[in-house]
C-alpha cells in the first residue's frame, strides 16, 4: 500500500481534513499520572503549530481519540481545533458522521494512527497515514509512515507535508519571513 513521494503528492493535493488520533500519535504514548489522579499528556510544540499552518490555510483538523482526557481538551481548546470526539471505541463511526456533517469524501481526508484501533480509519482515509513508532499493523495499513515518532514530531511532518503537496509552503514561509 506504500505510495511513492510523487504518489502522495497527488493525494495530499485534495486533503481538506486532518483527523488525528491522540495517544501515540499527539503525544509519545506515555501516560503521567499525578497523587491526585490527574492525567498529564506532553504535547509537541511543533506538531501544534502544524495544526495551527494547516487551519489557517483552510484545511479542517479533527481528533478522535479511544480515550478521554482534560488535557486534550484543553489542548484542543488551545489550538482551535472544534472537532473534538473522546471516548471513541468505534472511530468508524465518529469519522463516518464527521465526513457527513462537514460534506467530505473519504479521498479528501488525510488521517494519523498507531494503534490497531486506528486500523478502520486507516483502511478509509485518502491518505492514510502511521508514525514511525506505530504497531505494524497499522503500518501495514498506511500509505505513508512518518520518520517523527508519534509526540515528537510526526503531526508537524504530515502537516508540512500536505501545505508542500498543495503548494503552499513557500507562501508559508514568506509570510512568516516578514520583517
Not at 515528537?152 to 502537516?159: D, F, I, L, N, T
Request: proline share 1%.
Amino acid at each position: 500500500m506504500k505510495k511513492t513521494k510523487k504518489q502522495l503528492e497527488i493525494i495530499a493535493r485534495n486533503i481538506k481534513l486532518l483527523i488525528l488520533d491522540v495517544d501515540g500519535v499527539m503525544t509519545d504514548g506515555g501516560i503521567i499520572l499525578d497523587n491526585e489522579g490527574n492525567e498529564l499528556k506532553t504535547f509537541h510544540v511543533r506538531d501544534g503549530h502544524g495544526i495551527k499552518l494547516l487551519m489557517n490555510a483552510g484545511i479542517g483538523v479533527a481528533i478522535i481519540s479511544g480515550r478521554g482526557s482534560k488535557a486534550l481538551e484543553k489542548r484542543a481548546k488551545d489550538l482551535g481545533i472544534k472537532e473534538l470526539y473522546q471516548k471513541q471505541e468505534n472511530k468508524i463511526e465518529v469519522y463516518e458522521r464527521l465526513l457527513k456533517k462537514l460534506g467530505i469524501s473519504d479521498s479528501e481526508t488525510a488521517f494519523i494512527g498507531d494503534e490497531i484501533l486506528d486500523i478502520p480509519l486507516l483502511r478509509r482515509a485518502g491518505l492514510p497515514v502511521a508514525v514511525s513508532d506505530a504497531v505494524e499493523e497499522a503500518k501495514g495499513c498506511a500509505m505513508m509512515v512518518t520518520e517523527k515518532g508519534g509526540g515528537k514530531g510526526a503531526v508537524r511532518e504530515v502537516a508540512e507535508f500536505i501545505l508542500k503537496a498543495k503548494g503552499l509552503w513557500d507562501g508559508i514561509i514568506g509570510e512568516h519571513s516578514k520583517t
